[in-house]
């Protein structure tokens, strides 16, 4: 598409590889273009392989790249927008700046980066690249000349000029996060928002989250954490990320700021999981799990972990397998992430063939609830019969969601009177014929957006003749609008029931239910000594001080991403675990929430906010990025929530202690 600057490479968002496009490496293209040509003003377009990562080095084609808007001393009334790599340099930028505002080469100037309303970081290391530098999209970057009189218009005193890695030495030093609304100190303390970098609200959701788990900030504000930083754990991240976390944290509950930049964070963040490092929109719940897996590594007492066998329980008591496991898991594992978020579930499997029973307890960080999935879906097609003289009609079928087009066809031919095994299924793109279906594909390859004709066919054994119109005729004759026109049947008044509405335990009553493994997800049975389709029960042997409950509202497919738009309905104060937990000896276990992620919007896109409870005042408040905001219970909606264990004969309040087990 082309955008507001005549940029005709601008492409779209949220485009999906091999289904919107397809990526080919320069001796392919060329060969294509050699055998085929290219259309008259048809560019190609044209990307780097980008390289991401700082220990393990992950090279990825760079499909979407960055805009910056670039002005001239801060005048915002002339901005130019403009897109680069994220391995473009500083100093390709600044050349690029000096063509777009002609500016002499002799010129001296200095280049800096805009944040928020009136603050300026210096970007002095022409070799930097983009992501080196942490620029993200739509950031603003200033060119400043030098004045006659040998000075600088934004000199090296001025209030909101900030320090960084990229700063002059010259400079006054700042913390990374010290970026703060001018006039607006003296925050309570918790009550911070966090800027968005540019789609990173899903960070932004999830670091509230735990900002408000209270075990866990006070293990950082009160600096226990210095102690136990573990530099030498291969499987960590040296320590950078609990020392980034936890500067971030105390910026959040020093009182002072009311929102601060997570900037610096967000780039640790990036250098250890190359999946978090860009500004596409991402899964909060990915950037939890590796929040709580990185710091949990961070912050590991175990210098050295041993090699343990793992044992089945062979009739052993639940009791002693139990005990086993969670010893074992100590072993290698013993944090304060482990102290406050691990619970242990039980895993029982059963061969079909045999009859083999495999009982496990595995450990656990958060818990991944499903969604009761609606079972049907609607498609609107249009239906094309044999009569020349009959419009096309459109149809609203219901169909099941894990279905095949036979099943479409079943469906239209209940409604139509048409036979299914005359009918043909297409998907019309761009007034050609795009796909033709086979009656056992499956119908997640049917996208709500494509355009589905569903033609009544027929065989014949005497040869037709083709005519070939006389192009003045046709124009006299033809009405082309014609072919466009069509009727609508009564099932498009059709309206699917409202959204379903759930409770938190019917979703744990999902979780807990026995199923039967895929064909592509089978388990090797030591009896039988072969891989079967075993059936799987999973059950709640102990529970942490914190659960973290998430819902798995997306669902994947080849063709189809699809967001599950189920309302769960969850209680804000005493949720009973009791009645799920097998192991007799748990007593009671009764839950207050105290922090929710929410998702507005699909797939790919949308937007993440958070909802929590102050830990100092008790008052619910509404985190949207950098704007934090009263609520009240009955507002709160979830994709995550994070449950804060009651001690009996106590206040609210939950110790960083390893679970009971």
Not at 297 to 323: H, S, T
Not at 531 to 540: C, F, G, I, S, V
């Amino acid at each position: 598409r082309t955008n507001e600057n005549g940029d005709s490479q601008s492409l779209k968002e949220h485009l999906i590889d091999e289904l919107d496009y397809i990526l080919l490496p320069t001796e392919g293209w060329n060969k294509l273009v050699s055998w085929y040509t290219l259309m008259e003003g048809q560019e190609p377009i044209a990307r780097k392989v980008v390289e991401q990562g700082m220990f393990v080095k992950h090279c990825k084609v760079e499909v979407y790249l960055t805009e910056l808007k670039l002005c001239e001393n801060g005048n915002m009334n002339n901005v130019v927008t403009r897109r680069f790599s994220k391995a473009d340099t500083i100093d390709t930028i600044e050349k690029e700046i000096r063509k777009i505002f002609n500016i002499a080469n002799e010129k001296e100037t200095r280049l800096w980066n805009k944040y928020m309303s009136n603050t300026f970081e210096p970007l002095n290391k022409p070799d930097s690249t983009i992501q080196d530098a942490g620029l993200y999209q739509g950031q603003v970057l200033v060119i400043e000349q030098k004045n006659e009189d040998g000075t600088w218009p934004r000199g090296p005193s001025t209030p909101n000029v900030k320090n960084s890695n990229y700063c002059l030495p010259s400079y006054t030093a700042y913390k990374n996060y010290d970026y703060s609304e001018p006039g607006r100190h003296n925050e309570q303390p918790g009550l911070c928002g966090l800027s968005n970098l540019g789609n990173t609200c899903f960070m932004n959701s999830a670091i509230q989250c735990l900002s408000n788990t209270p075990p866990l900030t006070e293990y950082f504000l009160n600096d226990k954490y210095q102690d136990e930083l573990n530099f030498d754990n291969p499987l960590g991240m040296r320590g950078e990320i609990a020392k980034s976390y936890a500067e971030l944290i105390k910026q959040m509950w020093s009182g002072k700021y009311s929102y601060v930049t997570p900037r610096a964070f967000k780039t640790q963040v990036g250098r250890f999981a190359p999946q978090f490092s860009g500004y596409q929109q991402q899964d909060c719940q990915e950037l939890l799990a590796f929040l709580l897996d990185g710091l949990h590594e961070d912050l590991n007492r175990i210098r050295k972990k041993p090699y343990i066998q793992l044992k089945d329980a062979d009739g052993r008591p639940d009791k002693v397998v139990a005990e086993e496991a969670w010893e074992n898991h100590l072993k290698r594992n013993d944090s304060i992430i482990v102290d406050i978020f691990h619970g242990l579930f039980k895993s029982t499997l059963v061969c079909p063939e045999c009859a083999k029973i495999s009982v496990t307890f595995d450990p656990f960080c958060y818990l991944t609830l499903p969604l009761p999935m609606r079972k049907e879906r609607t498609l609107e097609v249009y239906l094309v019969r044999m009569d020349p003289l009959t419009k096309p009609m459109q149809y609203k079928v219901v169909v099941p969601k894990i279905g095949n087009i036979l099943d479409l066809c079943t469906a239209l031919s209940t409604l139509s009177g048409v036979a299914a095994d005359k009918m043909i299924v297409t998907d019309i793109y761009n007034h050609r014929f795009h796909r033709i279906f086979a009656m056992d594909e499956n119908l997640s390859s049917i996208m709500e957006r494509d355009d589905i004709y569903v033609w009544y066919t027929y065989t014949f054994k005497r040869s037709f003749l083709a005519l070939d119109w006389d192009p003045e005729m046709k124009k006299r004759y033809f009405d082309d609008n014609a072919a466009e026109d069509f009727e609508k049947h009564e099932s498009v008044e059709y309206k699917p029931p409202k959204k379903p509405f759930v409770k938190l335990k019917d979703c744990i009553e999902l979780f807990t239910t026995k199923e039967k493994l895929g064909a592509e997800d089978p388990w090797y049975c030591p009896n039988c000594k072969e891989h079967q389709q075993a059936t799987k029960k999973l059950d709640l042997w102990s529970l942490p001080p914190v659960l973290v409950v998430h819902l798995k509202r997306f669902s994947y497919s080849r063709y189809m991403r699809d967001k599950l738009d189920t309302l769960v309905d969850f209680p804000i104060n005493d949720l009973d675990m009791s009645e799920f937990l097998i192991n007799p000896n748990a007593g009671p276990c009764r839950y207050n929430l105290i922090a929710v992620s929410n998702h507005y919007g699909g797939m790919g896109g949308g937007h993440y906010t958070a909802f929590a409870k102050n830990k100092d005042d008790g008052k619910w408040y509404y985190f949207d990025d950098s704007s934090v905001s009263t609520a009240s219970e009955d507002q709160i909606v979830a994709s995550i929530l994070v449950f804060l264990r009651s001690v009996l004969g106590g206040k609210n309040k939950c110790k960083a202690l390893k679970p009971e087990h």
